[in-house]
């Protein structure tokens, strides 16, 4: 009379996998998690536009250096890239991030509200360390999206929750 226990294991499985999927912090984490495989952090070399594919465009590296002031872009999706200042692109609120994900050595994720280009937005974005060595965080994979506010959401005041993996 009732369906299997499989049955109804794969179609919770199934849901999981397309509510994972819709979110790319989300698809981001798990290749991150994957490409680990075990391992308390993947390696930078692991990391490119072939792997990440669309999702790339929505992606960054940062380059960690000492002190934490002289760390740089690597790479900087299509999607994330600023013309004058990082300050105001999705990668500038990325980088105001790193040292925490440094000093807790784990993933962020970070959404919230801020202004970009004079627009208000909600955004979604992670962090995500890279390690060649295996111990010390040497580059940071960032990833992070956004829409514009609507017309009748309230006006932006600089917001951001964190939540660590």
Request: hydrophobic letters at 45%.
């Amino acid at each position: 009379m009732f369906p299997e226990e499989d049955t109804i294991s794969n179609i919770i499985s199934d849901t999981v996998k397309v509510v994972f999927g819709r979110r790319l912090i989300d698809r981001v984490l798990l290749l991150w998690k994957s490409l680990a495989n075990g391992a308390e952090f993947p390696r930078r070399d692991q990391i490119d536009a072939s792997v990440l594919g669309q999702d790339w465009a929505n992606c960054l590296i940062i380059a960690v250096q000492s002190p934490l002031q002289f760390s740089y872009f690597v790479a900087v999706g299509k999607n994330l890239s600023f013309s004058y200042s990082p300050d105001d692109s999705l990668a500038g609120v990325l980088l105001s991030h790193l040292s925490q994900v440094l000093s807790e050595r784990r993933c962020l994720i970070i959404e919230g509200r801020t202004t970009l280009r004079g627009s208000g937005v909600l955004f979604r974005g992670g962090l995500f360390p890279l390690s060649q060595d295996g111990v010390a965080i040497d580059y940071v994979l960032g990833a992070a999206n956004h829409r514009l506010l609507w017309k009748n959401e309230a006006p932006v005041r600089p917001e951001v929750r964190r939540k660590w993996l």
